[in-house]
Every structure is written in structure tokens, then in C-alpha cells.
């Protein structure tokens, strides 16, 4: 169906836009602000049920095979609702992707992090929060509560409670407000990087956080 039919129709459009063909082709976008269009809008096709599942075929994977050039780098949680390529309507190649319950940013994940700026320079980093994450739960109410946290578990609170502890007593659901707040804290802990704070300085790298809803699909970037 061609586009003035679609749009006679009042059936949404599905044809890429120039925007999204530059990100098809060879060359990523380079600044910051054009990743986060395209986030915006692989997330907004996501949600209203129209993703075009980009790069998934196996021409793009051929073409990778010799080399990957990524244009956004995502610190996530392993929940498996929360899987980036889907939720931004992405594909191979497009998103270096960092995922661990409670989306910490531990001297691995850092390293991690590290290795992709340095290979790839990608202009972004989004560190992706979700609501009701059970990481950040189990936080909540070991913070909260006497409950212990069991085996390697301990190790996530650790890292998450000094998020919880500052959000403990304010007005809102605290698991929400702690979810925000942990955002926030990977984010410095990031930036705590003297190589990723030097990328933030010489190479205009900008850190982002966004917060998946569960319920709608919609990311929102804070
Ligand atoms: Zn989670």
C-alpha cells in the first residue's frame, strides 16, 4: 500500500524515515542527541506495536560478521522484559549491550563500558532503569526489613542499598522512587571512571538515564 493510501486509510505509516536509514547504513550518527532520536523513535514504534525489527536479517548479520560499529551503549537490567534491541526497536550492531539485575555499574560492567567507548566511541550511554525491578525490590526490603538476602544476592543490595537509603521516607512508592535513585547513582558511579569522565569531556560522550514502564512499553529518559 503506498503512503497517501495509508494515510487515506488512517493506518499509521511504517516506512522508514531519513533518519532512520542513516542509522541503517555504514556510517552511525555521531552526536548524542541524534542517538536519542532514534531511541525515541525505535521505542515509540515499540509501544504503539509497529517495530520494523531492523537489522535482524541475514544480510546485517553477513555485513557484521567482519566488524561492529554500535552507536549507543546501554547499561540495563537481565530482567528479561527489559531487553534493549526490543524495546528501542534496534538490531545487531546497533547497541553494545551491558545487562545485570538492578543495572549496576560494577568494576566489570565498567570495564565493560570502557571497552566500548574506546573501540567504538559511540556518542551515548543509557543507563536503563524499569519499574518494579525485583533487584531493586530485594533492596527495598532488605533496607526496609530483616529479611537476608541469600547466596550472591547480598552482593546486588550492596550495591543498590546506598539508592534505597536515600529515597527511604519520601512521598511516592519507594520502589519506583529507589528504581529513579539507583539511575542516578550508576550514573556517578559511571562518571567515577577517569576514562569515561575524560570521553564525557574531550569526546562530548553524554550519559543518559531512562526508566522502562512495564505497562505502556514507553521508555522515558529522565
Ligand atoms: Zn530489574
Not at 51 to 64: D, I, K, T, V
Not at 126 to 152: I, N
Not at 178 to 184: F, G, L, M, S, T
Not at 195 to 222: E, K, P
Amino acid at each position: 500500500m503506498h503512503r497517501r493510501a495509508l494515510l487515506a486509510a488512517g493506518l499509521p505509516l511504517a516506512l522508514p524515515s531519513p533518519g532512520f536509514a542513516q542509522a541503517a547504513s555504514a556510517d552511525p550518527p555521531r552526536a548524542a542527541s541524534r542517538v536519542l532520536a532514534l531511541l525515541a523513535e525505535g521505542n515509540r514504534r515499540f509501544a504503539e506495536g509497529r517495530a520494523r525489527h531492523p537489522h535482524q536479517q541475514p544480510r546485517r548479520q553477513h555485513q557484521l560478521a567482519a566488524g561492529q560499529q554500535p552507536f549507543v551503549i546501554t547499561l540495563g537490567c537481565a530482567d528479561s522484559r527489559v531487553a534493549p534491541e526490543i524495546l528501542f526497536d534496534q538490531g545487531l550492531g546497533d547497541v553494545f549491550d551491558n545487562r545485570v539485575a538492578g543495572n549496576i555499574a560494577d568494576e566489570v560492567v565498567t570495564g565493560s563500558i570502557e571497552y566500548a567507548l574506546e573501540h567504538f566511541r559511540p556518542p551515548l550511554v543509557v543507563v536503563l532503569g524499569h519499574e518494579r525491578c525485583g533487584a531493586v525490590t530485594a533492596a527495598v526490603e532488605a533496607v526496609t526489613g530483616p529479611a537476608p538476602t541469600l547466596g550472591h544476592g547480598g552482593v546486588l543490595v550492596r550495591h543498590l542499598r546506598p539508592a534505597v537509603e536515600k529515597v527511604v521516607g519520601r512521598p511516592g512508592d519507594l520502589v519506583a522512587n529507589a528504581v529513579r535513585a539507583n539511575i542516578a547513582l550508576q550514573i556517578r558511579r559511571l562518571h567515577s571512571s577517569p576514562l569515561i569522565a575524560g570521553w564525557a569531556q574531550t569526546h562530548r560522550l553524554h550519559i543518559a538515564g531512562a526508566v522502562y514502564d512495564l505497562d505502556t512499553g514507553n521508555v522515558s529518559f529522565m
